[in-house]
């Protein structure tokens, strides 16, 4: 595909680029970022979105 792909680690956004020279992320221009070789690696490493979830369920609880 000729695709590469980073991480960000400070605002877990997935950076794609077509050369093999990023040195920072895009969207937070953090340089903590970090090569990814399996894209498998993203759907199981993560789990960022559960912070949402939670928020959802602790204002359900008040409502209860
Ligand atoms: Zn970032």
Redesign the pocket.
Known sequence: MGTYEYL?L??K?RIESKTNDVTF?E????EN?KRIWNTNFILTGTGFYKTDSRGKTNDDAVHM
């Open positions: 960000c400070d605002c956004k992320c969207f937070c221009k953090s970022i």
